[in-house]
C-alpha cells in the first residue's frame, strides 16, 4: 500500500475514533482531499479490525468502532439507573420504530390510548426517537422517526434488523389487528421499565408545543 493511501487510512481511523457520535461518509469527505474513495477505505479499515478487541461497523450509513460482540459481556458494568422508561414509553417505541414516520394521532390510534407530551418527551430525552417531516396533508401533521443513537444502542446496524413480525407474532407480541398493539418492552429491547403507570413522564420542550 502506497504512503499516501496508509495516510488517509490514518486520518479515517483517527476521526472516527475522535467522534463522539457514528460518523458518516459526507462528514468524512470533509477532511479528505476530493475524489477519494472513502468507502474503499473505510472497507480496508474495517477489515484490519476484524478479530480485534473493537470493530469498525457501518451503523445505518454511519461509521464507528465499537467493542467486539464477542466480548460485549466481559464489558458489562451493572448499576442501578433511577429514571426509567415507562411501559408506555418503550410501547411508543417500538411503534415508532415499525411504523416510522408515523404522527402523534396514528400512534394513539395504534395504542388506543392518548399519548402524553411527557411520552414522547422521554424518548428525545434519551436521543431515541426525534421530530420527521410534516405530513403533506390537513394540519400538516409533525411525524416521529428514530435516530441513530436508537440503532447504535440497541446493537443495530439498520431498521432491518428489527425482529420481524413473525418473530414477533410467535413471542406474543402482535396479535392479528394490523398493527403493534401492545409490546413488553424486557421482550423486545431488554430495558427495564417503571412502574408501569402510563405516560407519567413530562420534559417541556419547545418545539413539541401544540403537538
Not at 477489515?47 to 465499537?66: E, Q, S, T
Not at 417505541?93 to 414516520?101: D, E, F, K, N
Request: aromatic share 6%; charged share 25%.
Amino acid at each position: 500500500m502506497d504512503n499516501n493511501k496508509n495516510n488517509l487510512i490514518r486520518l479515517l481511523e483517527a476521526i472516527i475514533f475522535a467522534s463522539s457520535e457514528p460518523v458518516s461518509v459526507s462528514q468524512l469527505s470533509e477532511y479528505l482531499p476530493e475524489n477519494t474513495k472513502i468507502l474503499d477505505l473505510l472497507e480496508i479499515l474495517k477489515d484490519h479490525y476484524a478479530g480485534r478487541g473493537v470493530n469498525l461497523i457501518d451503523i445505518n450509513g454511519k461509521w464507528a468502532f465499537r467493542t467486539s460482540a464477542d466480548l460485549a459481556e466481559y464489558m458489562n458494568i451493572e448499576k442501578q439507573v433511577n429514571k426509567k422508561l415507562s411501559r408506555a414509553a418503550m410501547e411508543t417505541l417500538a411503534i415508532i420504530a415499525y411504523h416510522q414516520p408515523i404522527t402523534r394521532a396514528e400512534i394513539e390510534n395504534i395504542r388506543g390510548v392518548g399519548t402524553h407530551k411527557g411520552t414522547l418527551d422521554a424518548l428525545i430525552e434519551v436521543g431515541w426517537v426525534k421530530p420527521g417531516r410534516r405530513r403533506e396533508t390537513l394540519g400538516r401533521p409533525l411525524t416521529w422517526v428514530t435516530t441513530t443513537r436508537f440503532l447504535d444502542h440497541f446493537s443495530l446496524e439498520s431498521l432491518m434488523d428489527l425482529p420481524g413480525m413473525d418473530e414477533m407474532k410467535a413471542s406474543g407480541l402482535l396479535d392479528r389487528r394490523p398493527a403493534i398493539d401492545t409490546v413488553h418492552k424486557d421482550d423486545l429491547f431488554g430495558v427495564s421499565s417503571g412502574s408501569g403507570q402510563d405516560d407519567n413522564q413530562s420534559v417541556e420542550h419547545e418545539y413539541m408545543k401544540g403537538l
